[in-house]
C-alpha cells in the first residue's frame, strides 16, 4: 500500500506543480497585457528603442523626451562614467523618469570591451577564457560581472559574443571570442549566460548567426559573407542554439553582415529569412531580438537610419539600438510614428514586441534588491589566480613578492634618483610583479594594481594613454622617459 502511495505522489506531484507554473504565467501575461493597454502609442513606439545618453548627467532635453516616449532603455559608454557614486546616482535618476523600468546596459565583454572600468572587477578577456577553457572561471567572471553591475544599477550586459572565431584576420571580434572550437564557445557562452543571469544581469547573446568568419568591421562598411548554409549551421549558430535549447536566451543582438547563400539583399539585423525562418522558426526562439547599433556604417551607408529602423521594426527586430545624438533618435522615432499612420506597420506587431519586452522585464527588473559592492581584495585575488594560469598564452611571467622585496628586488630602477616609483605606489598595491613582453597581452585591470615591467620595444606615440602608472624598462630611452612621467599611479 505504501509503495503505491510513493507511485501515486510521484505521479501527482509534477502535476500540480506544472499547473502552479501555468496559473503562474497566465497572471502575468494578464499583467502585462493590461500594462499594454493603457500605454499611449508614444509609450508603445518608445519602449521599442535603446538609446545612448550625451554626458554624465541626465539633461533636461533628455529627460522631457524620455518621460514623453518612456524609452525602453538606456546603453552607457565611457563617457557617461566619472565614478561609481556618479554613475549610481545618474542610473536613479534615469530609472525615476520613466514608469516602466529600463534596460540599463554596457558592454561589459571583459578585456578589450570593457565600458565600466571604475567598478571592483574588470574582467578577463573571453578569449582568454576559452583557452582557459576551465568552468569554474567562467561562472566565476559571470557572477562578479553581475554582482559589479548590479551595484550601480546596470541591468543588462550586451554580451556574450557567441561568434566562433574561423579566421584571425578577424580584427573587430578576435579576442572577443571565446574561441576557435564550436563546441567549446557553445558550453562557455551558455556557462556564462547562466552565471550571469542567476545573479541578476540580463544576458545579450550575440552577434546572430555569427560573425567570426569575417575579415571586415560593421562599424566601417558592410560585411557579405558567402559562407555556405550548411557550415552555418555546424558550425557558427550552435553556440545560439545550445543557450536556447537550455531556456538560458532572453536577448539576442543581430549582426550587420549580409550572409549571401541565406539572404543577398538584406544583413542579418534586417533580414526576415535569417530573423523569422532560422531563428524564430528553425531554431525556436520566441525572446526578445535587439539590433546592432544602427549608427554603424554597415547599416547607415546601405539604408539610412529611418527607413533601417522601418525595416528592423516591420521585421522581427523587437528593440532597435541607436547610439547616437537625441537629434536623430528623434528621427528615427518620428518617422516610426508617420509610418504608423501610413499603416507601414501596425499596432498589433507593436504590441507583440512590446509584450515581450515587458515579459522579460517583469521577470529581472521589478523589486530588485540593492546589491552589495563586490570585495575588491578578493575579486583580485581571483583576477591575479587567472592571469597566472593564463600567462603561457599571452607571453607573461608573473612573480609574487612581499611589499619589502618588490622594495629590495627593484635595485636597477633604484639607481636612477629621477625615477621615483617605488615612492609613488599606492598603499593598496597588489603584491606582484608582472613582466610583459607583448603590448595589450595583459588585461589593462592589473595596470593599475599592480607593477608592470615591459620588456618589448619602445612604444609609439599613439599608445601612450594605455600607460598610466606602469614601470616601462628602464634600458629604452622612451620608456624610461616616459615611465619618469606616468610614474604617479593615477
Not at 70 to 90: A, H, P
Not at 291 to 315: P, R
Not at 364 to 385: G, I, Q, R
Not at 405 to 432: R, V
Amino acid at each position: 500500500m505504501k509503495f503505491i502511495i510513493i507511485i501515486l505522489i510521484f505521479i501527482i506531484t509534477p502535476a500540480i506543480f506544472s499547473e502552479e507554473i501555468n496559473k503562474s504565467t497566465n497572471e502575468i501575461d494578464i499583467k502585462i497585457k493590461n500594462i499594454i493597454s493603457k500605454m499611449t502609442m508614444e509609450e508603445k513606439i518608445g519602449q521599442l528603442f535603446n538609446i545612448a545618453i550625451v554626458g554624465k548627467k541626465l539633461k533636461p532635453e533628455y529627460r522631457k523626451f524620455i518621460e514623453k516616449y518612456q524609452i525602453g532603455g538606456v546603453t552607457l559608454f565611457n563617457y557617461n562614467i566619472k565614478s561609481k557614486t556618479q554613475l549610481k546616482s545618474f542610473i536613479k535618476e534615469l530609472q525615476s523618469v520613466s514608469k516602466i523600468p529600463m534596460f540599463i546596459s554596457v558592454d561589459q565583454e571583459g578585456g578589450r570591451i570593457t565600458r565600466y572600468k571604475k567598478g571592483n572587477f574588470l574582467p578577463p578577456s573571453p578569449y582568454l577564457m576559452g583557452k582557459l577553457n576551465d568552468e569554474d572561471i567562467v561562472k566565476k567572471v559571470g557572477e562578479y560581472t553581475a554582482k559589479d553591475l548590479l551595484f550601480v544599477g546596470i541591468n543588462l550586459n550586451i554580451a556574450p559574443v557567441a561568434d566562433i572565431l574561423s579566421t584571425y584576420k578577424n580584427k573587430a571580434i578576435f579576442d572577443r571570442s571565446f574561441g576557435e572550437n564550436s563546441k567549446k564557445v557553445s558550453k562557455l557562452v551558455s556557462l556564462y549566460i547562466k552565471s550571469l543571469q542567476d545573479n541578476g544581469v540580463i544576458a545579450v547573446i550575440k552577434h546572430f548567426p555569427g560573425q567570426g568568419s569575417i575579415k571586415q568591421d560593421t562599424h566601417k562598411t558592410l560585411p557579405y559573407s558567402k559562407i555556405k548554409t550548411e557550415l552555418l549551421f555546424k558550425r557558427d549558430l550552435l553556440p545560439f542554439k545550445e543557450a536556447i535549447d537550455k531556456n538560458l536566451v532572453n536577448i539576442v543582438m543581430s549582426s550587420h553582415v549580409i550572409f549571401a547563400n541565406i539572404d543577398h539583399k538584406y544583413p542579418a539585423t534586417l533580414s526576415k529569412k535569417l530573423l523569422n525562418g532560422i531563428l524564430r522558426k528553425k531554431l525556436n526562439y520566441n525572446g526578445i531580438i535587439f539590433t546592432d547599433g544602427l549608427e554603424m556604417m554597415a547599416i547607415l551607408k546601405t539604408y539610412g537610419l529611418e527607413k533601417a529602423t522601418l525595416l528592423a521594426l516591420q521585421g522581427e527586430v523587437d528593440v532597435v539600438t541607436i547610439n547616437w545624438d537625441l537629434k536623430n533618435v528623434k528621427r528615427a522615432i518620428y518617422f516610426i510614428e508617420k509610418s504608423l499612420k501610413e499603416k507601414k506597420i501596425t499596432e498589433e506587431l507593436i504590441n507583440q514586441k512590446l509584450f515581450r519586452i515587458l515579459k522579460v522585464k517583469e521577470k529581472y527588473l521589478y523589486n530588485k534588491k540593492e546589491e552589495k559592492e563586490l570585495n575588491k581584495k578578493e575579486v583580485d585575488k581571483f583576477l591575479m589566480s587567472v592571469y597566472k594560469k593564463g600567462a603561457r598564452y599571452q607571453n607573461i611571467e608573473i612573480k609574487d613578492f612581499s611589499n619589502k622585496d618588490i622594495y629590495s628586488n627593484m635595485k636597477a630602477f633604484k639607481k636612477n634618483k629621477k625615477i621615483n616609483y617605488l615612492k609613488s605606489m599606492p598603499k593598496h598595491i597588489s603584491n606582484s610583479i608582472i613582466i610583459i613582453s607583448k603590448l595589450g597581452s595583459i588585461s589593462r585591470s592589473l595596470y593599475k594594481n599592480n607593477i608592470i615591467i615591459y620588456l618589448g620595444a619602445d612604444i609609439d606615440m599613439k599608445r601612450r594613454k594605455y600607460f598610466k602608472g606602469i614601470i616601462l624598462n628602464e634600458n629604452n630611452k622612451y620608456t624610461r622617459k616616459l615611465a619618469i612621467k606616468k610614474s604617479t599611479y593615477k
